[in-house]
């Protein structure tokens, strides 16, 4: 016998609740829970068959471990919610607002989002399969380890969008969508297709037709350089804040091309890929922006309020990266005076600069004491690696060079330990501590070497493309130092 579907509920009883509640009560079928208010529950290890959801309000749900069949979830208000360990297959996902919920460990299959809005959510771990997306807008979403396959985002919106170590197969989008996606490469290439009038291939399109127009946003150029033009983060910045400097004095300000530029400068903190000398740079160039503004009228005042929010934010991060940092550095403010080891730096490739000559650069230009220079001890072929006789400071002063050009952290091996019967009280500095990076509140040892480093690394030529010259985080892959006896 066929099960009726109860169409006249407006709102789920409380007999109904109850039973989403209770962890025996397993399956719902052929019911309406249309025109629902759910909020502030935990839903756990449900099935939902053909279940309608529609005009629904759900706000700070938590789904786990359930199962969604063939329901109707249209024009649905969903917000601040989060699916675990999900499965939602065949539904109907129409004409629905969702807004920062989270999708973690969840597949979404053969489900229709058509003219629904998707804005500031995040996937983890879960794959979207063969989705419909007519004329739906997706927005400042996040994809972590996640799989699209089978999907048309040439017919939606799709802007402003970070994929982070995820896949993407047999995907079709649009010209401008493919722009405003970060973290695409080289390697997603064979599985776009790119809908434009030409019938180029993807790598056509970036190679050749993107390279060379001159319509390209500041955005834009950002996240294509980045993503496929092989060009440094530092350099790609620094080049996005220029023409931004452009677009102000032609008073074009969209305030969401900035949160997708906070968004990636997170995304490449998050990841130790962010090199701290562009957040500075960001920093310096907001204040700078904000100065320049002396009109008080409302769009100007707007502008303002803006830069002052990403200045705020910008130094927020900059302050927890400087906290990361001296946690995991070698703590060169418990030793009272600098000490001799030796050092194997293990490459990827042998750099194209001369190490021992740039190391004693860094340690001149520092402002620590340093217990003499650097000389090469021997090289060694295959997995490269150069053996040196050099000093903790120098060390520690490549540590922020790196952290300042490249963003990694490179910790540095079998030294910590040795330097312990050492620790007799702070390293002595050479200069007076007064910086332009105080606002940043670092703790004294560090300042005055990052104020001193943050200088030397403005005038290196290769600042820019330090990835060219082998002087990166992907190319220096482990410093291992051992103490001298004594």
Not at 301 to 314: D, N
Not at 420 to 439: D, F, N, Q, Y
Request: net charge negative; proline share 2%; with cysteine.
């Amino acid at each position: 016998m066929t099960k009726k579907r109860d169409t006249e509920s407006s709102g789920p009883d409380e007999e109904v609740l109850a039973k989403l509640r209770d962890a025996r009560h397993h399956d719902f079928e052929l019911l309406s829970l249309a025109s629902s208010e759910l909020a502030d529950i935990r839903v756990s290890n449900k099935t939902f068959k053909q279940v309608e959801f529609e005009y629904s309000y759900i706000d700070n749900v938590v789904f786990t471990g359930c199962k969604f069949e063939n329901c109707n979830l249209s024009m649905i208000d969903l917000r601040n919610s989060t699916f675990a360990e999900c499965v939602l297959t065949g539904c109907a996902i129409d004409e629905s607002l969702i807004d920062k919920c989270s999708f973690e460990h969840t597949s979404v299959n053969e489900c229709s989002f058509k003219v629904t809005s998707l804005t500031e959510c995040s996937f983890s771990n879960s794959t979207i399969w063969n989705a419909f997306l007519q004329l739906s807008t997706f927005l400042h979403n996040d994809f972590e380890r996640s799989r699209w396959v089978q999907i048309d985002w040439s017919d939606c919106t799709f802007l402003y969008t970070v994929l982070r170590d995820s896949e993407v197969e047999r995907v079709t989008v649009s010209n401008t969508s493919f722009r405003s996606i970060f973290g695409l490469s080289l390697a997603h290439l064979g599985q776009i297709k790119v809908l434009t009038e030409n019938g180029k291939t993807a790598e056509e399109i970036v190679t050749g037709e993107l390279a060379t127009r001159k319509d390209l946003t500041p955005i834009d150029s950002l996240v294509l350089g980045m993503n496929f033009w092989d060009e440094s983060r530092l350099g790609a910045i620094s080049k996005f804040l220029v023409r931004m400097s452009r677009e102000r004095e032609r008073r074009r300000y969209r305030q969401d091309d900035w949160r997708f530029f906070l968004k990636i400068l997170f995304h490449l903190a998050q990841s130790e890929r962010l090199p701290v000398l562009a957040g500075i740079q960001v920093g310096d160039w907001v204040m700078h922006e904000v100065e320049k503004i002396a009109e008080d009228s409302a769009a100007m005042l707007s502008r303002k309020l803006l830069l002052t929010e990403i200045s705020g934010t910008v130094m927020h991060l900059l302050i927890e990266l400087f906290q990361n940092f001296e946690s995991r550095c070698i703590p060169i403010s418990e030793f009272s005076e600098d000490e001799r080891c030796t050092a194997t730096l293990r490459f990827a490739r042998p750099p194209n600069i001369e190490l021992t000559k740039f190391l004693n650069e860094i340690a001149e230009a520092s402002g620590l004491e340093v217990a003499g220079e650097t000389r090469l001890l021997s090289r060694a072929s295959g997995s490269y690696l150069e053996v040196i006789e050099t000093s903790i400071t120098t060390l520690f002063g490549l540590q922020i060079v790196l952290f300042l050009l490249d963003g990694v952290i490179l910790q540095i091996s079998q030294i910590i330990s040795r330097l312990s019967h050492l620790r007799r009280g702070a390293m002595p500095v050479k200069i007076e501590t007064s910086s332009p990076l105080g606002r940043l509140f670092l703790p004294e040892h560090l300042r005055e070497p990052v104020r001193k480093l943050t200088s030397f690394c403005n005038h290196l030529p290769w600042a820019h493309k330090s990835d060219k010259v082998g002087f990166s985080g992907e190319n220096l892959k482990e410093i291992v130092a051992n103490m001298e006896d004594g």
